[in-house]
């Protein structure tokens, strides 16, 4: 017959192992609300980030004016926000997000992958840049770092920065011109425009259709893409 160890165990270590799990219980999840149009990204944004663990999604939205509601209701670590929803602007938001909540870090997530947008999403005060087609491979360390303070962008997109610089004013066009088409690109209202030009509201109306006149622009979506083609949006 054997005889039993002198600590009364019946062999291996007698401490207590934890695993990863247990670690992190005593965290705090990283709160996460999501902004994005359509439900079904949004169901699977939640658990893409559900899945990975430390993150709590505390709320989804559609379009800005409700993603704004639940940052301010929450205040959470990361608002992850689609470039791209109808009414309010997403860029010509998030300095004013960035404002009212300032614990709250934003993570653009989108389908354009033009440098300028990303150009003008991190002067405005976002803190990442993911696109959507590389979400499942991005996100969570995009999430993670603006949590923390830092910031990310897509690796082509960065690269792309770099070696796109902004190019001069087209077709004639002086700065003032420029600035109108890019804040009217971005979603801004001609009251808005005006303000920042310190213009009449009317008169920024006037030169918008003067310009698109000019330009040979007939609808907005026109202007929207003659200002990315010339990237017009990273002056």
Same mark, same amino acid.
């Given at each position: 017959?054997?005889?039993?160890?002198?600590?009364? !165990?019946?062999?291996?270590?007698?401490?207590? +192992?934890?695993?990863?799990?247990?670690?992190?219980?005593? #965290?705090?999840?990283? !709160? @996460?609300?999501?902004?994005?149009?359509?439900?079904?990204?949004?169901?699977? &944004?939640?658990? =893409?980030?559900?899945?990975?663990?430390?993150?709590?999604?505390?709320?989804?939205?559609?379009?800005?004016?409700?993603?704004?509601?639940?940052?301010?209701?929450?205040?959470?670590?990361? &608002? @992850?926000?689609?470039?791209?929803?109808?009414?309010?602007?997403?860029?010509?938001?998030?300095?004013?997000?960035?404002? #009212?909540? $300032?614990?709250?870090? @934003?993570?653009?997530?989108?389908?354009?992958?033009? $440098?300028?947008?990303?150009?003008?999403?991190?002067?405005?005060?976002?803190?990442?840049?993911?696109? !959507?087609?590389?979400? #499942?491979?991005?996100?969570?360390?995009?999430?993670?770092?603006?949590?923390?303070?830092?910031?990310?962008?897509?690796?082509?997109?960065?690269?792309? =920065?770099?070696?796109?610089?902004?190019?001069?004013? $087209?077709?004639?066009?002086?700065?003032?011109?420029? #600035? @109108?088409?890019?804040?009217?690109?971005?979603?801004? +209202?001609?009251?808005?425009?005006?303000?920042?030009?310190? =213009?009449?509201?009317? +008169?920024?109306?006037?030169?918008?259709?003067?310009?698109?006149?000019? =330009?040979?622009?007939? +609808?907005?979506?026109?202007?929207?893409?003659?200002?990315?083609?010339?990237?017009?949006?990273?002056?």
């Amino acid at each position: 017959m054997v005889s039993p160890p002198a600590n009364g !165990k019946a062999g291996g270590s007698s401490l207590p +192992t934890m695993d990863s799990d247990e670690r992190s219980a005593g #965290e705090r999840p990283v !709160k @996460i609300v999501i902004a994005d149009d359509h439900g079904v990204v949004r169901a699977g &944004l939640r658990l =893409l980030l559900e899945a990975e663990g430390g993150f709590e999604v505390v709320a989804e939205a559609e379009d800005v004016a409700s993603a704004r509601h639940y940052v301010r209701a929450h205040r959470p670590a990361v &608002l @992850i926000l689609d470039l791209n929803m109808p009414g309010e602007s997403s860029l010509a938001a998030i300095p004013a997000l960035r404002d #009212e909540v $300032p614990e709250t870090q @934003i993570v653009v997530l989108t389908m354009q992958d033009d $440098p300028a947008f990303a150009r003008e999403a991190l002067r405005a005060g976002a803190a990442g840049f993911v696109l !959507k087609r590389s979400a #499942e491979d991005e996100l969570i360390e995009a999430a993670r770092l603006a949590a923390r303070g830092e910031s990310y962008i897509n690796p082509q997109l960065g690269v792309r =920065l770099v070696v796109e610089p902004p190019s001069g004013p $087209p077709d004639g066009l002086n700065e003032e011109e420029v #600035e @109108i088409l890019r804040l009217v690109a971005l979603g801004h +209202t001609n009251a808005e425009i005006g303000e920042r030009l310190h =213009l009449s509201g009317r +008169t920024v109306e006037t030169h918008r259709i003067r310009l698109q006149h000019r =330009l040979g622009l007939e +609808t907005r979506a026109d202007l929207v893409r003659y200002v990315l083609d010339r990237d017009l949006l990273e002056r």
